[in-house]
């Protein structure tokens, strides 16, 4: 299963790293989300990564009593998210999905997406958005961004990743 600890925005790799390092299990498995997206460094587009939930941790555990209590031996600001008293794993569902964007690989990194307009239509023809055209609420096309609607913790949020539209078909 999957839980998210919260901790300070900019400080998701170091305290992923020291959790790996010092405390993980050998079932267990600690990562921070990422997703590819392009961006323009000195005329030129680069890909690069960055964090798809700033300010959060996932760990995947089925003992996470255990884990809670050997977090405490990373001096940092961290919390398990919990609903009420209870230390709360992403529902099944929500766990699927991520997977199903492609979180689930060793890397856990989703990646870049290229796709093309058909008149108004956006389709996706490669990368971790494939199949899922229906939940992108803003495409930024000149920013080779999306903004999409993923289920998490009970609530939806909006995520930012990469999308290159390399034409444009039709009228719109």
């Known amino acids: ?48 990564r960055t964090k798809l939930f700033p300010g959060y941790v996932f760990i995947e555990t089925e003992q996470i009593e255990d884990f809670h209590m050997r977090l405490w ?38 990646e870049y997406s290229e796709g093309y307009l058909e008149g108004d239509k956006l389709v996706v023809t490669s990368g971790a958005l494939e199949g899922y055209e229906g939940r992108i609420k803003k495409i930024l096309r000149h920013k080779r961004l999306v903004v999409l609607e993923v289920p998490l913790l009970g609530r939806t949020v909006e995520v930012t990743l990469g999308l290159g539209v390399v034409e444009k078909r039709g009228e719109g």
């Open 1 to 48: 299963m999957w839980y998210v600890i919260q901790v300070y925005t900019g400080r998701e790799m170091e305290i992923a790293q020291k959790c790996r390092d010092r405390i993980m299990k050998e079932d267990e498995d600690v990562f921070v989300p990422l997703a590819e997206r392009q961006t323009k460094i000195r005329g030129e587009w680069q890909n690069i």
């Open 73 to 110: 031996q990373i001096k940092a600001m961290t919390k398990i998210l919990k609903t009420g008293e209870t230390m709360t794993p992403l529902q099944e569902e929500e766990e699927a999905h991520l997977r199903r964007l492609g979180l689930g690989g060793s890397g856990h990194v989703l």
